[in-house]
């Protein structure tokens, strides 16, 4: 897996941040302020790639009486 940081520069001198996992764009990673791009990058990497972490908060299974 590969995780990069990247900063895009317009030719209006407006600069922009976001991060590719595998060559792909991870959406919601895209900003315009380097820290806030470089802090969703480091939850990223430290998510091992994934932009989104999913938790079962509470489970339960019952049986269907015939």
Do not use: C, P
């Not at 976001?18 to 990223?44: C, M, P, Q, W």
Request: aromatic share 10%; charged share 35%; glycine share 6%.
């Amino acid at each position: 897996m590969k995780i990069e940081f990247f900063k895009e520069t317009k030719a209006n001198g407006k600069e922009l941040y976001f991060t590719r996992v595998n060559s792909s764009f991870v959406d919601g990673s895209l900003e315009f302020d380097h820290d806030k791009a470089k802090a969703t990058y480091d939850k990223i990497v430290a998510n091992g790639g994934k932009m989104v972490v999913e938790e079962i908060l509470e489970s339960v299974e019952i049986e269907v009486a015939q």
